[in-house]
């Protein structure tokens, strides 16, 4: 037991690659690790990232990420579901039916033959698994901790439970808050959104672009603080044909802006912990993994589940670690609401605004 503490405090720590030594070979002999209990998951991690995600932050990795939230979130106080375990996969033809989840499809499709492959692995390890290979891909993620043995699902998340970018701050906060999140812990989950891209909200992109969505932030490749900076800059633009139902106008060209983070940004009950974020990686990092390993737990009991952190890698490097204005934008165009906080000095990025590239199709 103590050896099994040491091992998860050295795996928050993101240190079990660097410090520890694997003892144990695995059968095969293709890996090592320290709890022979996890060896089976060395293979899968590599066929997603080489595979799955093609060792790069783009679509696939994304519509994962939105996945392990999808799973998760599907647990109530009062009306029951299972949380993190799966029933998404399972279910998909009854949970794709609420509004919330439009658009995870291909997500599904793009996982399911690796449920298939893996049988040892559960559908809720599988989704929960994948979401942590999928930000080992994007340059500056956090290494996040992963536990095994998720119970397969037994009937499909009750309808109804699934923020949507179409909701309020009150209604978001109240259904994250019914499953334990603090509002300065949902703000910490909205960095998934600083790799992400929407296909379903503007749906004339495709019309325009032949690509199946835009990204929400200039750096949609990379796990940083860009996308709470450039959500709180004023915005005049649509990467569509305009408005679309929960979506306002973005800063940036190219990319779209959900209204929900529009209006947590600027909610007193969130601003300051929005704000906060922006040129904070390390801040960003370390809030967005406590979260993720939260979500990823819900329905689901540690005593009943092994660590096994150890088998996911160390994510890539970012390319640069300071925030800055996009082309064109400056300090006169944040919309902060948090007055207990000084705004950041950041510099403006040289050049004429572009419009960032949609993201390709999966
Ligand atoms: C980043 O966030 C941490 C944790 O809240 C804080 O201690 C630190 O001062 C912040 N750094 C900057 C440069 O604001
Ligand atoms: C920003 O720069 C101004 C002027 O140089 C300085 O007074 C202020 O403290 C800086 N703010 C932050 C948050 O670093």
Redesign the pocket.
Known sequence: MLLLNLLSFFSILGLTQAVLIRPFTCPGDAFRALNLRCCHFYEVVEDLKMNLFKNRCGGEAHAVLRLTFHDAIGISSKLGGGGADGSILVYREIELQDRSNAGLKKALDILEPYVEKYPKVSPGDMIQLAGAVSLTVCPGAPRISFFAGRPYPRAPAPPGLIPGHFHDVSTILARLGDVGFLPHEVVALLASHSIAGAHNVDTTIRQLTSSLSAPLDSTHDQFDTQFYLETLLAGSTYPGTGAHFGEVPAAIPGTVRLASDHKIARDPRTSCAWQ?MIN?Q??MKIDFAAAMVKMSLLGQSLLTLIDCSEVIPDPLALRSRTANYPPEQRKSNVETTCKILPFPNLSTQPGPATAVSPIPQI
């Open positions: 906060s904070n390390s801040k």
